[in-house]
């Protein structure tokens, strides 16, 4: 099928695939940047990548490495003095290598605004002072982007510049990559996708400025991506970053086997990374055995089953969507319980999630009550077939923590 | 509409336009030619372009309301509303708006993309930076517009573009409107051009600092929603078109109401240049026709020259006044007119020949242009550039007879 007719297929506005093969990069385009202005996607058109920014991010932190002015075992205090969570002992704790693998115990997000202006990420940094630190570093993984966000505010202070003037001078300039966008006032100058949402285009192109690092603004073609990949595959100083860190990481329904440093890993040895962005989905697959490498990106929520059958077309299995089982089991005793995260309470029991919100924030994200089943041995999935696992033993059986990429852990 | 769009872009070197029409509420419109020559995107009549200055109308239309409210005295020392805004002499309002504050225009200090960034920036202003007693003289400053925006945010209590939203936008049902590029980019957006090394180019900066916004340096809108904003000047704020100052001969408009240049012969509008864009208004509200042209290219000036000279003509019965151009036997330029002249960022040196242009330090600022004499008070630039020849008019003698203001909008003082 042409990527014409994927889109189609899909309801997709408008999506670019780039595939890297032996060090030659193929690409193709099709559809709409957005409904609303009909403007024609090009290849060298841009799409927020989103969290595949991540990886972008770890290349400028594995930089500092090898010249030997970082060092990823290290504490990141030693490079960041003034740098404090609510919790004293993690705050001496954190290395890079817990950030890039998301283990540092760093909820997901947090949500004070700070602003679009250059000092955006420092200022946001500096409100990590008086928030809840859930996990002890090290202890599990959990998703985190303000990690993300930490290294890019390292990336910052070591090299003495703002994290964009790094990325630009450290990768894009080198890689003499064109269409990238490191925030709007720069991607207007390209044809930019706008992310759709299933009733049409968004209202804002991007939010959390602060977070960029992680993956809020950065955009690029499916080219320039692939020939940013093209350089890890060359380049013998990042195959480390694709040494496997986590071997045991929970079952979520999306086939991620493990980590790297910022990488994600597969089955069969493939790696890669998603983006979701402001109706903006991007999907990226390496084989580095093979030379291989596959960008999809598209500008909208429907791009996963696009992606899935591009990746298919060129032998990469894409993990299928976790669905309910026919018969499920019961949701056991050892399950049920109330687990804690920064924003919620949530109670598990026989049949339902329950969220009672902890900050005003919470309050007003108005999260629902959840119909789940029994998925697996030790996971759960809710009726929008989100996958949860329930991970550890506590002293009575009980599972320790809820985990759905972010862990909660029991209270009770 | 009698012209043909996409011949003038062409004979212009303009890479896109859009113009619009209002005659008796009625709004036509017409776009021709790309957004930008490196994405090729198409200009629709739903484009957004920059407008630049022409924002200015919106700001003084914003302090008119404060007026109307009976929040604000336009007659009041700006200072008993903004208590750490402190200049050499009481300025108002009203000075604010017919840029006669004395307030140097061009300072352009980026503080950021936050709200806060017009609240900073005017806090970087300091008596030093006020010419000359406000009242006593023109010069335009978009510095000054600066601190109007902060004075509605303080008396509104709100960052300018919500108050911008909530009191002209959504109420005038204007879907096009953009005021940054987060917005913007959710259009097609026109981007600026400018020369590089004789071959125009798009820009690599789309905006101006986000710190002066109410002054002109990030709206952006289709040219059909412009002239819906003008509509409404149609039947009210007429009082933003009374004169308030004569401005130095030969600079594009003989009086400044408030916000509004005053053209003659009842017809008033604005100019605003960004980076790489340009755009133009007139309006002759006896006649409710108005004309807004709205162009990415540096020859934006005599194409909407062109199809403003036309829709007066043909809608309005009025003649529009020839684009200044050297005269074949120019008077010599005379010694009492030479010399260095102070702007805001640029020193200007006059010498019988040319203009030379020098940063603070002295090193150049730009090349230098030759320059001739065009009338009693004023010199001309030689050699258009992109279809403009730039005038200056000296204003005031010194002691010694010699000029004390070089005038080119802004008054520059003389320095040597």
């Known amino acids: 099928m042409t990527l014409r007719e994927l889109i189609q297929k899909y309801d997709v506005p408008g999506a670019q695939v780039a595939v890297l093969n032996d060090g030659e990069i193929h690409d193709e385009a099709a559809g709409v940047l957005s409904l609303h202005t009909q403007v024609e996607t090009t290849p060298d058109s841009v799409f927020k990548i989103g969290s595949i920014t991540k990886i972008w991010t770890a290349t400028l932190v594995n930089q500092l490495v090898e010249e030997k002015k970082l060092d990823l075992d290290e504490p990141i205090t030693n490079h960041l003095p003034g740098f404090q969570l609510s919790d004293r002992e993690a705050t001496d704790t954190i290395t890079p290598r817990h950030l890039l693998t998301h283990t540092s115990g760093i909820a997901p997000n947090h949500f004070t605004d700070t602003g679009r202006s250059d000092d955006a990420l420092e200022k946001f940094i500096a409100t990590l002072r008086t928030e809840e630190h859930l996990l002890e570093p090290g202890t599990l993984f959990s998703y985190s982007n303000t990690g993300f966000a930490l290294l890019g505010r390292l990336v910052e202070v070591v090299r003495g510049k703002r994290f964009h003037d790094v990325l630009r001078e450290h990768l894009i300039t080198p890689l003499g990559l064109k269409a990238v966008a490191t925030d709007p006032y720069e991607a207007i100058l390209h044809r930019t996708a706008v992310g759709h949402l299933d009733t049409g285009p968004t209202k804002s192109w991007a939010v959390s400025y602060r977070t960029a690092p992680s993956g809020s603004h950065f955009a690029t073609s499916a080219r320039d991506l692939l020939t940013f990949v093209h350089h890890h595959l060359t380049d013998p100083a990042l195959a480390a970053l694709r040494e496997p860190q986590l071997t045991e990481i929970p079952e979520f329904g999306d086939g991620i086997r493990g980590y790297g440093l910022a990488w994600m890993i597969y089955g069969h040895g493939h790696l890669g990374h998603t983006g979701i962005s402001k109706g903006q989905k991007a999907f990226l697959r390496v084989i580095p055995d093979e030379n291989l490498a596959v960008a999809v990106l598209t500008n909208s929520v429907n791009g996963e089953p696009l992606a899935r059958e591009v990746f298919a077309a060129h032998g990469i299995d894409m993990h299928e969507p976790p669905a309910p089982p026919h018969n499920p089991a019961p949701i056991d005793d050892w399950m049920h319980g109330t687990y804690r995260n920064p924003l919620f309470d949530i109670t598990l029991d026989a049949e339902h999630l329950t969220y009672r919100p902890r900050t005003g924030f919470a309050e007003s994200l108005r999260k629902p009550r959840a119909e789940v089943v029994r998925h697996s041995e030790r996971t759960i999935i809710t009726s929008s077939n989100e996958v949860m696992s329930l991970i550890g033993s506590d002293e009575h059986g009980r599972a320790k923590y809820l985990h759905n990429g972010a862990a909660a852990y029991r209270i009770a | ?416």
Not at chain 2, 120 to 147: C, H, I, K, W
Not at chain 2, 192 to 206: A, K, S
């Open chain 2, 1 to 416: 509409m009698g012209w043909n769009l996409a011949e003038l872009i062409q004979r212009h070197d303009v890479p896109g336009v859009q113009v619009a029409v209002l005659i008796n509420g009625q709004i036509d419109t017409q776009a021709a030619g790309v957004l930008s020559t490196r994405t090729r995107i198409e200009t629709t009549t739903d484009s957004v372009f920059q407008i630049g200055s022409i924002t200015k109308l919106w700001t003084a239309t914003l302090a008119q309301k404060l007026v109307n409210d009976g929040v604000l005295d336009p007659d009041c020392p700006i200072h008993n509303y903004l208590p750490e805004f402190e200049m050499l002499e009481p300025i108002t309002a009203r000075h604010l708006l017919s840029h006669t504050s004395g307030i140097d225009g061009n300072h352009f200090t980026d503080t950021g993309r936050n709200d806060d960034a017009t609240a900073r920036f005017v806090a970087t202003l300091t008596p030093e930076d006020q010419l000359f007693p406000a009242g006593t003289m023109f010069s335009y400053s978009n510095t000054g517009f600066a601190v109007l925006g902060r004075l509605i945010e303080v008396l509104r209590d709100k960052p300018f573009h919500d108050v911008l939203r909530e009191e002209l936008v959504t109420p005038l049902g204007l879907r096009t409107v953009a005021t940054d590029a987060y917005e913007a980019i959710l259009h097609r957006a026109a981007v600026g051009h400018e020369d590089v090394n004789g071959t125009l180019e798009p820009v690599t900066t789309w905006a101006l600092a986000y710190s002066n916004a109410p002054g002109g340096a990030q709206l952006a809108m289709s040219a059909h929603d412009l002239l819906k904003f003008i509509n409404l000047h149609m039947t009210d704020f007429q009082q933003l078109r009374e004169p308030q100052v004569t401005v130095p001969p030969n600079l594009g408009a003989p009086h400044w109401g408030l916000g509004w240049m005053l053209y003659g012969k009842g017809v008033v509008g604005h100019t605003g240049t960004t980076i790489g864009q340009k755009a133009f208004l007139r309006v002759v509200p006896d006649k409710r026709v108005a004309v807004a042209v709205l162009t990415n290219g540096l020859g934006g000036a005599p194409l909407a020259h062109e199809v403003i000279t036309h829709t007066l003509r043909d809608l309005a019965g009025i003649d529009t006044p020839p684009r200044p151009t050297p005269p074949d036997d120019p008077a010599p330029i005379e010694d009492w007119m030479t010399g260095t002249y102070r702007g805001t960022k640029v020193d200007y040196t006059v010498t019988k020949t040319d203009i030379r242009y020098s940063w603070r330090d002295g090193t150049e600022s730009h090349p230098p242009q030759e320059i001739v004499r065009f009338d009693d008070t004023s010199i001309i630039t030689k050699k258009p550039d992109f279809g403009t020849h730039y005038v200056a008019t000296f204003v005031d003698r010194d002691e010694q007879g010699r000029a004390k203001w070089f005038h080119n909008i802004n008054a520059c003082r003389r320095i040597a």
